[in-house]
Antibody, heavy 115, light 107 residues
Framework: QVQLHESGPGLVKPSETLSLTCTVS????????WSWIRQAAGKGLEWIGR???????HYNPSLRSRLAMSVDTSKNYFSLTLTSVTAADTAVYYC?????????WGQGTLVTVSS | DIQMTQSPSSLSASVGDTVSITCRAS??????LAWYQQKPGKAPDLLLY???RLQGGVPSRFSGSGSGTNYTLTISNLQPEDFSTYYC?????????FGQGTKVDIK
C-alpha cells in the first residue's frame, strides 16, 4: 500500500513562498498521478493541482499564476510551491494519489500564513 | 468550473437510522462522482466512486445512486463510527471540485 507524508514549514509570512514536499513510500512515484488538495479550518476541500505520471502538470486556474509542482523520481517525492501567499492560503495541505478519485492521502500538514 | 451543491450542510440522527445526503452538479458529470468520509483531524477516506461503486473495505450500509446532475449517498443502519463529515467530489472535468460537506452528528 502506497503511503504519503507531507512536510514543510508550519508558518509562512505573507507575500513569501510556501514550499511543501510529499514523500512517497511503498510504491514508485512514476507509477501514479499525484494531486495536492487543501482545506482551510472548518471549510471544504479545494483541489490545487495535479502532477501526471507522464510528467505534465495541471493546476487549478484559481491558483495557476502562483503555483508550481515538480517531482524528484530519484528520491520518490513531489513538491508544491505557492508564491505570494496571503492569509487566505492558510490551510491543511494534503497530497494524494489520483486515479480519478483521490486516495490514499497523506495525513496533511498545517500551513499558517502570518507575520 | 463545475459547482457541486451538497445538502443538507448538517443533520442529526440516531444510531440505527437511515440518512441521505444529496449532491447536485452544475452540469452532467456522467456518474464521475465520489463520496468521502472525513473524521476530525484526519484526511478524507474514499467511500464510493462512479456514483454507486463501493470502495473495497467499506461497509455495505453505505450506498450511492444517481446520474446526470443529481446524486445521493445513503447510509443505512447508522453506526456510531459513521458520525462524520461527508463530501461529494466530481472527477469529470478539471478543476476537480467538491461539495461543501455534510456533517452527520448524533441526535
Amino acid at each position: 500500500q502506497v503511503q504519503l507524508h507531507e512536510s514543510g514549514p508550519g508558518l509562512v509570512k505573507p507575500s513569501e513562498t510556501l514550499s511543501l514536499t510529499c514523500t512517497v513510500s511503498g510504491g514508485s512515484i512514476s507509477r501514479y498521478s499525484w494531486s495536492w488538495i487543501r482545506q482551510a479550518a472548518g471549510k471544504g476541500l479545494e483541489w490545487i493541482g495535479r502532477f501526471y505520471k507522464g510528467g505534465n502538470t495541471h493546476y487549478n486556474p484559481s491558483l495557476r499564476s502562483r503555483l508550481a509542482m515538480s517531482v524528484d523520481t530519484s528520491k520518490n517525492y513531489f513538491s508544491l510551491t505557492l508564491t505570494s501567499v496571503t492569509a487566505a492560503d492558510t490551510a491543511v495541505y494534503y497530497c494524494a494519489v489520483e486515479q480519478g478519485t483521490f486516495g490514499p492521502w497523506g495525513q496533511g500538514t498545517l500551513v499558517t500564513v502570518s507575520s | 468550473d463545475i459547482q457541486m451543491t451538497q445538502s443538507p450542510s448538517s443533520l442529526s440522527a440516531s444510531v440505527g437510522d437511515t440518512v441521505s445526503i444529496t449532491c447536485r452538479a452544475s452540469q452532467d458529470i456522467n456518474k464521475s462522482l465520489a463520496w468521502y468520509q472525513q473524521k476530525p483531524g484526519k484526511a478524507p477516506d474514499l467511500l464510493l466512486y462512479a456514483a454507486s461503486r463501493l470502495q473495497g473495505g467499506v461497509p455495505s450500509r453505505f450506498s450511492g445512486s444517481g446520474s446526470g446532475t443529481n446524486y445521493t449517498l445513503t447510509i443505512s443502519n447508522l453506526q456510531p463510527e459513521d458520525f462524520s463529515t461527508y463530501y461529494c467530489h466530481q472527477y469529470y472535468l478539471d478543476p476537480r471540485t467538491f461539495g461543501q460537506g455534510t456533517k452527520v452528528d448524533i441526535k
